[in-house]
């Protein structure tokens, strides 16, 4: 078929490994949610929710989604420069080297080893551990790409170079630390100024590791599947250029009302607003695309994966600006509405689109067919109906929760005090944590698919050798 | 030319970079370098060691997932929790703990609105005080005794000014000592200038 070898391998390692990394950190939420409303299943000092939050952020946004990223990108741009990848053997040591630096990262967070910026908690060492893996990363993708045998490179690739380009510098700007000991750094930044650091990293942590990349899948394995071109070439073009531009300017909507200079968080809420523009281009690309043959998403059962999952994407990049604004951050800052609003995110488009390509790729490496349609379908339902759940439940209890701390009595006195405000969150908690139960459901119908589809072309493999 | 980027990986990882880097020069960068991103109120003082090594376990903790540390200018905000936060009060924080969740109330003017005892027994078991709270219990702090020479180091990194006596000090000390002492400091400075 062809005179060379993809490097099937070290893309295989990632996805098993990211759904590794993926079953501990979702199992890590569940626990956590249940913290939540049973306080007696914390166990000091390892397992209290304050470690074990941490650990649930990183593992899934380290472990689950870069390894996702770093398997699905190379095996991306393999196909889309029609080389190998220019260091196999790197690649390959680059596999090894995450799953070490997961475990260290996941260790440490519970010895309490943390630097208290929110995804950005690891310390110093494992700060350098992640720069050389980004750094090992980076050599394999712009060295395959510059050596490719195909000349016009496409979407998914610039989302993934701008990927490469941006982690970088975010991660290592807002690392900076003074070492105090192996184990121990403090902000280079303090005080405002390091608020501000924070959340220029922490919302492009969100647009550069939760959004690009998984548009680069998107982008990629929505006309794979579905066997349709994306709708319009220029509309991702002029999509992706104001995305890039746009997102760097944003991180001050999470300090709405707080010491920031107000110019700051104006420019932030502006520049958030303006991004809904360039987030639906891609929703709007996505959904003309399939628009083409919407019987598609019958015909095609992994359609609807990216359907729903740019979908989700699409309220996302809505409810995010709504946040934004000062009249509506002044009653749901602070809230559950906030993980809600995370949550729909990793669980609607993140995860949804990511196990949407893993269900394309993995059939592909072993050359043979998913092993049920039929339970990718389960999958598909129960994470959409998990997600849901948690994310209407944690909108409600937000907007409950921002309007009681508000509420006063006639008298111009406060009506209730914060613990009975708390008390009055225990449903919505609980309900929280059946929505993350069925989502974990349909993930174990979506691993053992997944396990099942590369037994079966062993067996096919096997038999055809026989 | 415009079709050339689309071909070239270098020129294009370039050009994105300085996409990129507009927006984060004119919030973050160019900020940064003028005093208004460095406030300090004048009445602001370093930790001392024993609320610097509070602050350590406060972060250890991973308090600020359920706490945070900062008043909004709300009206209602300020009358459930003191005066609302000012820039000039977080100078020594590396980084700040302003946080982004409130499960447990904020924490920016606790400081001296309880007695230690108040803390000790709640931090017991918090459902003892507010049967409804979701808040674990740290009692176990107290069996913890402070190192001192980690706490230098800690001081140093901080540049923090410490004595001696004040280290040594430090050994009969436990972590819940610590974090009350740091608890106690937290918002003062503000709180003080009244």
């Not at chain 1, 689950?64 to 029609?82: D, H, N, P, V």
């Not at chain 1, 969150?425 to 993930?443: H, S």
Request: charged fraction near 15%.
């Amino acid at each position: 078929m062809s005179d060379y070898q993809y490097d099937n391998q070290t893309v295989k390692g990632f996805i098993v490994s990211s759904i590794f990394w993926g079953v501990v950190g979702i199992v890590i939420g569940l626990w956590i949610s249940v913290q939540m409303w049973m306080p007696s299943l914390n166990f000091p000092p390892y397992f209290t929710f304050g470690r074990l939050r941490v650990v649930h952020t990183n593992g899934l946004a380290f472990g689950l989604g870069i390894g996702a990223i770093f398997g699905i990108s190379y095996y991306i741009i393999m196909r889309l420069t029609k080389r190998p990848l220019l260091f196999p053997k790197l690649a390959r040591f680059h596999l090894w080297f995450f799953n070490v630096a997961i475990l260290l990262a996941a260790l440490s967070l519970l010895a309490g080893m943390n630097q208290s910026n929110e995804y950005a908690e690891l310390e110093w060492p494992l700060d350098i551990a992640v720069v050389i893996l980004w750094v090992i990363f980076a050599v394999n993708v712009f060295g395959t790409i510059i050596k490719r045998k195909e000349e016009q490179m496409y979407i998914s690739l610039w989302y993934i170079l701008a990927t490469t380009v941006a982690v970088a510098v975010l991660y290592i700007v807002n690392n900076l630390s003074i070492p105090a000991g192996w184990n121990k750094s403090y902000h280079l930044f303090a005080g405002v100024n390091s608020a501000n650091v924070e959340w220029w990293y922490g919302h492009n942590a969100v647009g550069f590791i939760f959004t690009t990349p998984i548009l680069a899948m998107f982008y990629y394995f929505l006309p794979k599947s579905t066997g349709l071109p994306i709708y319009s070439h220029r509309l991702s073009i002029i999509a992706f250029w104001s995305l890039v531009f746009a997102y760097l300017w944003t991180g001050a909507h999470h300090l709405v009302y707080t010491p920031l200079p107000d110019w700051i968080q104006t420019l932030g809420i502006a520049f958030t607003i303006f991004l809904i523009a360039p987030s639906w281009g891609s929703v709007v690309n996505g959904y003309y695309t399939v628009g083409n043959d919407w019987s598609k998403m019958q015909t095609n059962y992994l359609t609807k994966f990216f359907i729903l999952g740019i979908t989700f994407y699409g309220l996302q990049t809505v409810q995010g600006p709504t946040q934004g604004l000062r009249v509506v951050s002044q009653l749901i800052h602070f809230t559950d509405w906030v993980p809600g609003h995370v949550h729909m995110g990793t669980m609607g488009w993140v995860t949804m689109t990511a196990a949407a390509s893993m269900y394309y790729i993995i059939p592909k490496i072993y050359n043979t067919s998913i092993y049920s349609e039929k339970i990718a379908n389960i999958h598909f339902w129960l994470v959409l109906i998990g997600q849901l759940i948690f994310s209407i439940t944690m909108w409600i209890t937000g907007i409950m929760q921002g309007a009681l701390w508000k509420a006063t009595n006639p008298d111009g006195s406060l009506k209730y005090t914060f613990v009975e405000v708390v008390a009055k969150n225990y449903p919505f908690w609980k309900m929280r944590t059946l929505g993350g139960v069925i989502f974990t459901v349909g993930m174990l119908f979506f691993i053992y698919n997944i396990y099942m589809t590369m037994r079966k072309g062993k067996l096919e493999l096997a038999e055809a050798k026989a | 030319m415009a079709d050339a980027l689309y071909k070239k990986p270098i020129l294009f990882a370039i050009v994105a970079a300085v996409v990129i880097l507009i927006g984060t020069a004119v919030t973050m960068f160019i900020p940064m370098l003028t005093p208004e991103m460095h406030p300090k109120l004048a009445n602001l003082k370093p930790y001392t060691a024993l609320q610097l090594a509070g602050k350590d376990i406060y972060q250890r903790e991973g308090c600020n997932n359920c706490h945070t540390q900062t008043v909004r200018p709300l009206k209602t905000e300020v009358m459930r929790y003191g005066e609302y936060s000012k820039a000039g009060e977080f100078a020594y924080d590396r980084p700040f703990l302003w946080g982004s969740k409130r499960t447990g109330p904020d924490l920016a003017r606790i400081g001296g609105k309880y007695p230690d005892q108040w803390h000790e027994i709640h931090f017991d078991n918090p459902q003892a005080m507010y049967a409804e709270s979701n808040m674990p219990a740290y009692g176990w702090l107290k069996q913890n005794k402070l190192d001192p020479s980690d706490i230098e180091a800690h001081m140093k990194a901080n540049d923090f000014p410490y004595t001696r006596d004040e280290l040594a000090q430090l050994k009969d000390k436990t972590e819940l000592d610590a974090l009350i002492a740091y608890l106690q400091v937290i918002g003062t400075a503000v709180t003080k200038a009244k």
